[in-house]
C-alpha cells in the first residue's frame, strides 16, 4: 500500500512563521514574566513530613499559608501519608532554621507528625546549579553543531542547531507563559530533549544526503520533500511511542516526575515538528545543492606503474 505524499516543503514559509511566533512569545514570557525557579535554583528548604493517617495536601498547603509561609509547594511523596514541602526562602528570620519552622507548625496542628529530614539549599548553591545547568544547555548545542559539521555539511549543521535552539526555547516558553516550576528534573528534560530532537534530525538528514546523491533530475525542493515522505512513518511511530510512556509518566507518576514527564512530553511534540519543518527549511534557505553532498572522487594515476 502507498502512503499519500505530504507536500511538506509548500507549506515551509506558513511553518516558518508559526515557528518565529511561537519563538518570539517564548522569549517575551522569559524577559517579561521571567521563569518560576524552582528549590534547586533559587534556595529554601525541603522539607519531608509523615503522617500517622493519610494526609490531605491543599489542607497542609492552606495550613502553612495561614502562618505566613507562601509559595511553598506541598506533594505527596511516595504513598497519601509522606508529604514533601517545597518552599522557597521567606522574609525575615533564620533561613537555615526554616525546615524546623515548618516542623512546629504542623506538629501543632497534627500532633505525631514525623519529621523525616530537613534540608537547606542556600542561595550561592541555586546561582551555582542555575550557571552550571546553562552552560551544560550551550555546551550540547555547541558539541552537537560540531558533529552534524563534520558528519554532514554546513547546512546541515546549522540546520540542526538551528532546530535544536528553536525546541529549547519553546519548551522555556511554555514554562514561563504558564509559570510552571522549573527545577533540576525540567532541566534535565531539556537535555533530554536536546538528545531526542537531535536524533529525529540525523534520521531525516542522512535520508536527504542519500536521496541528493541519488536523485540526479529533481529539484532540492522535490528531494527534501520525499526525503521527508521517506521518514515520516519512521518518525511518527518513534514519537507516538515515546509519547505514550511519557505521558503515563505524567499522569500517574505522581508530583516528584510531573515536571520531568512534562517538558519531555512537550519536547517530543515541538522536536518532531522542527525535525520536518525547522532543520528542512533552513536547508532550502541555505540554497544546499547536490554537488554540496558528493563524494569527492580520488584522481586516478593513469601513469604506467614500473614492476619490479
Known sequence: MNLPEFDFMGRRKIAAVLSSVLVLVA?????VQGMNLGLDFTGGSLVEVGFAEPANANEVRT???DNGYENGTVQ????????LIRMPPQEGGDQAALGDEIYKVLVAVYPGVELR???????????ELTEDGGLALLTALIVVMLYILFRFTKQFSVGAVTA???????VLGFFAVFQWTFDLTVLAALLAVIGYSLNDTIVVSDRIRENFRKIRKSTPFEVINRALNQTLGRTL???ATTLFVLLALLFAGGEVIRGFALALSIGVVVGTYSSIYVAANVLLTMNITREDLLIPEKEEDNSEGSYP
Do not use: C, E, K
Request: net charge neutral; no cysteine.
Open 117 to 127: 529530614q530537613s534540608n537547606y539549599v542556600g542561595p550561592a548553591v541555586g546561582r
Open 237 to 239: 511511530v518513534t514519537s
Open 76 to 83: 505527596f511523596f511516595g504513598t497519601n501519608r509522606d508529604i
Open 164 to 170: 535544536l535552539a528553536h525546541d529549547v526555547i519553546i
Open 63 to 65: 495550613v502553612l499559608s
Open 27 to 31: 522569549l517575551g514570557a522569559f524577559f
